[in-house]
């Protein structure tokens, strides 16, 4: 089966610094790449996607890479916010009816 | 659009007596649902993946008799925790699949077990 391994699992930046979060896959079936925010409480809500046949995807301040022949993908949020605290899970799986595996989370905290 | 509901919120149970909770997609058919389960700061643990009409498929090390699944319609999954024991106090989530693999969530339920 699939394993998703995400670092790092803390990350403290200053307000309006980069955040930069990474995760690998093991494999290579898998084409889907969402990323989500958790909030402490709430449910994950899915903040961006990728799909294996695209190696850059960007909305606004938040980026994902996917490099497919490394089987690794990142998440990049630029100008960070304090708003932009919060837990980060990246996952993988493919589209068709297999779940997705979470990675072990990143905890972020933007300190302004 | 995407929405998916979970009822309830929080429930308090006691030792030994089982706890039903629902899953349903509002503005559209899920012919998959997924039900998670996560332990403070740490992260989503897939139990099943529920299918319409067909029985769930459980993960390695998930009890089926213990949480039974019942995917009875499009828009509706079922999780019951029966017999429920302290240690599975825990936030269940459930996920429905959208389109060419998007996954929203229900907002969780918290439960307690005393």
């Known amino acids: 089966g699939e394993n998703v391994e995400q670092h790092p699992s803390t990350l403290s930046v200053q307000e309006g610094d980069s955040a930069v979060i990474k995760c690998t896959y093991s494999?290579?079936?898998?084409?889907?790449f969402p990323w989500y925010k958790q909030e402490l409480g709430k449910r994950p809500q899915l903040i961006i996607d990728?799909?294996?046949?695209?190696g850059e995807k960007k909305d606004q301040r938040i980026a994902v890479t996917l490099n497919k022949t490394a089987k690794h993908f990142s998440l990049h949020i630029t100008e960070t916010q304090p708003e932009d605290s919060a837990v980060y899970f990246c996952?993988?799986?493919?589209?068709?009816?297999?779940?997705?595996?979470f990675g072990s989370g990143t905890r972020l905290q933007v300190q302004p | 659009g995407a929405v998916v509901s979970q009822h309830p919120s929080w429930v308090i149970c006691k030792s030994g007596t089982s706890v039903k909770i629902e899953c349903r997609s509002l503005?559209?058919?899920?012919?998959?649902m997924f039900w998670y389960r996560q332990f403070p700061k740490q992260s989503l643990m897939l139990m099943a993946t529920?299918?319409?009409?067909?029985?769930?498929?459980?993960e390695q090390g998930v009890e089926k008799d213990k949480f039974l699944i019942n995917h009875a319609s499009l828009t509706l999954s079922t999780l019951t925790v029966t017999s429920a024991h302290p240690e599975d106090s825990s936030f269940y989530i459930c996920?429905?699949?959208?389109?060419?693999?998007?996954?929203?969530f229900g907002p969780g339920t918290r439960l307690t077990v005393t």
């Open positions: 996920s429905a699949r959208v389109g060419a693999g998007e996954q929203y």
């Open positions: 494999d290579s079936a898998s084409n889907y």
């Open positions: 990728i799909r294996s046949n695209v």
């Open positions: 996952a993988g799986g493919d589209t068709g009816r297999r779940a997705l595996t």
């Open positions: 503005d559209f058919q899920a012919t998959t």
């Open positions: 529920s299918n319409e009409g067909s029985k769930a498929t459980y």
